[in-house]
């Protein structure tokens, strides 16, 4: 018996490792140059419209090679995640797939999962297209780049209800120098019995947490966090958790259930006066015909003015990619300008390049390209640009078992220095 | 061992038991009173997924979920027919053979691991319902290897396998404890008239498991229908199942649409809830029949 | 060379005794051995490497054996000790809450009724339900907001006058888990109930009536007759169920979130470890409940190796 089941699985093993090599194409298709399969978690919404935007333009560009969707929804790209993963592990690659810029491709570089693609920004001419100091967050400590970003979103963002803060004797038009005087506010606004913050689950808490962190120790202390030269266990990074500590202690208490087009919703509804979310949430104020100015107002989370939290969705060349060359056209269209035009604007994000004519964008857009060119450029936490998945991770766990009040300031900062000790 | 032709006839539940009816009144009412109260408590949920399924887009919100619809409307129904229809047949596609396969396997070994026994039948009953308890989060990645590896194609070939596979403890368990119950002397009487194995099983012991075919293909259909873990693993919106279009649906969204996502949940659970009272009577007479005897 | 040919003679009837109904068996022999077995051998040998990055996954970077260190740390983790609390506070609630739903539903409708197939078929409907779609609706109903901003079955609370039963729901640090076993109690009661109405209605009416005609009151008619009867019923149905409580992790992805702290099981572990490439853990988490399961499994299994044997 025991044999036999051993003997089966022999050659059940065997028969994994020969097929490895081979992997299936669905639908048991062409191979060469005429498709290419694009990976993504953009499935539904503004994001569903920015890829269709940029199929048409890649359509336009590369008539001879059929695009086929392998959108991915569910949990803001979580179940996307799972299923690149066992499909890279298995050897099974899409032809190209969408990734965060930055640190969260390391673990794809270290797995030998993806190709540099350094050559293709010389031959489609995006070096001098991207400001500076992008190409260095983009630049992987091997010197190589290995994504191409579509656009880029900044993260350090505050939304504001203006009847809310207007209604609880506030003014609307009044910006912050640093978290204490908008704390002040808070305290107003909870008095007035209204929630001052809205907070959803843990990433978004995380996401929290990064403002905290930049808007105290100011771009370089916060840069400094993820190359090692700002002490994460010091009193300038307790006293940010404090403030964190404090700001969370404004927030609605069914956070740890909701997403965040649920906690923005709150403040669109007018159930709380602020959040904090990336320039995405735009997308939802243009869907309900919110008017910035009027309705809402948003602005740099106070403390975090000129500098801007980026991060970048982008592409990848995965290796064994069974269509390279459908990838590199897929890739010369997200790089393109018309491409980032297209895609942008639909998405409701911002083209990496800076050479695209922003005058058809929306007044918010325009303002975050400005703010993209000017500003000091610094690497989002929660949305995988300045630290590689497991640190991520670890931050995030760190981050919900004191936000649940499972465990005290003092053990919250020693285990996020453990996190960012690796 | 009466209940055997019993459940043969596939006979609902009452046994003629005949207890006095004008008595208990009160005690009548009160188990109705009971009854309805948790029939009310089961349907929470079931109320707050219908009025919101017909509800516009700023109605259907977690904060009105008790009120009745300002403007009944259809069109989340008729959104969630046209993206999960396509969805709902591949998923008959992959169930139907998934739940006969693992039927039929799940039923030659409980017969030959209960009334066909030879030396360690109990050890290699017990190996193969261990299976049952495999956590599958764990071997995903190797199992991706190993399906891939076989050449199972995406999609639907691919959950069938799964589903059949893990499908087999469960399964086997089920026909094992039936056919416990089948006398013995029914499977002598045939073994004396010189009847082979395969013809025992094919002749006296398939046409009574009715029942209990009954009560594994309602598990597997239940379960596999509403499998979600292989859906995302082996296959994509294109060729998977109803779980992951709906998730498609509910999901993903900026503003998640409410409305349309509890239709869809509805929609999705149609198919099986029509299984359930189509062969609900049958169901209760399986199981009746000694399926899930210990 | 007699003894040989007796040997010989006693194997080929073991062959033939055992060789037919083992070739029945072998398609699932087989399938079972590789997927089931053959994977959990592949599993616990990754549970004892240094597997934990993506480098190593592929083979990029080394790998070497660590024996039971993962296991070891795991266990010693607080974070790791409140998951296995979880897991345990989760399986108990939802056990003994279908069981007793279960029962009292069964017991309630075993009498005859009018109207009884509506009501089983009501109680059997969850099951008909998956996770993936009635977990948008129990995100809902699970809303932690009370007072004012209220929503969910604490709003509810408050329109029928309970408004003490109001609470934070799972997002109890220390219990919330058990509001997670509400919609499993809620899908698997009906299911208990079908399998002890079914064991109720098995138990031949002589039996009752000759305890009714020996003057037993209706307590000792449970106590000696049915309950006795209905045991193995019982344990088929705690069987069942409680595997299902291994899958936990369906409902706890559409209710909470993988990261929130307050409803970590080790199914979710396993899964935040496997994102994070750290696969040896992730297996190491895989083998613990595996070996959970083991537990309280094999006694079952030899119970009823017993009882075939009788």
Redesign the interface.
Known sequence: MVAAAAAVMALALAACGGGGDEPETEGGATGGSDEVEVFTWWAAGSEKAGLDALVAVFDEQHPDVTFINGAVAGGAGSQAKDLLQTRLQAQDPPDTFQAHAGAELQDYIDAAQIEPVTDLYDEFGLTDAFPADLMDRLTAEDGEIYSIPSNIHRANVVWTNRQVLTDAGLDPDATYDDLSSWMDDMETLKKAGVTPLAVAQAWTQVHLLETVLLADLGAEGYSGLWDGSTDWEGPEVKAALEDFQTLMGYTNTDRDGLDWPESQQLVIDGKAAFTVMGDWAEASYEEQKQELGTDYSAYAVPGTDGVFDFLADSFTLPVGAPHPDGANAWLETVGSAEGQEAFNKAKGSIPARTDVDMSTFGEYQQAAAEAFKSDTIVSSLAHGAAVPVATLTAITDATSKFTSGASDLATFQSELAAANAG | MTSVVEAEAGRPVDLGRTAPRSRFTVGRTLRYVVLLLFVLVVLVPVYVLLVTSFKGPGDAAPTRAWNLPQVWTTANWETAWSTLAPAIARTVQMVVPAALISAFLGSLNGFVLSRWRFPGADLVFTLILFGMFIPYQAVMIPLNQLVLGLGVPSGVPSLILLHVVYGIPITTLIFRNYYMTVPQELIEAARVDGAGMLRTYAWIVLPISVPSFVVVLIWQFTSAWNDFLFAVFFSSSQNGPVTLALNNLANGALLQDYGVSMAGALFASLPTLLVYVLLGRYFMGGLMSGSVKG | MPTATRRRAGVRR?VR??G???L??L?????????????????TRQSTTDN????Q??G??PTTGVGLRNYLDLLGSE?FQ?SLTNLVLYTVVFLVGTMVIGFA?AW??D???RGE?I????????????????????????????G??A???N??FQ?IGLDALQN?W??N?SVGIVAIAI?AI?QLS?YVM??F??GF??IP?ELREAARVDGASEWKLYRHVLFPQL???A???LI?IG?MS?KA??LI?S????????TKVP?VD???F??????AN??A???I??VI??VV?VPY?V???R???R
Not at chain 3, 255 to 262: F, L
């Open positions: 073991a005794r055992a037919a109904p083992l029945l068996l398609p699932s022999l087989i399938l079972v051995g590789v997927f089931v077995y053959g994977l959990i051998v592949a599993n934990h990055t993506a480098a996954a592929t990029q970077a974070e409140h539903w309630l409708l009498k005859p009724l197939g009501f089983r078929s009501v109680y059997l409907f969850p099951m008909a339900v998956s996770f993936i779609a009635s977990g948008v609706v129990w995100r809902w109903l699970l809303n932690s907001n009370q004012e901003q929503s969910g079955l709003r509810l329109m934070n799972w997002n640090v919609p809620w009906g079908a399998l109405l079914a209605r098995g009416v045991s193995p019923i344990l088929s149905a069942i595997h291994l992790f369906d992805m209710i909470s979130k993988p990261a929130n702290y307050q199914a396993m899964y935040v496997k994102s994070a490439f750290d696969y992730a297996a988490v895989g083998t409940l595996l399961v083991a499994i299994l119970h009823t190796h009882q075939g044997r």
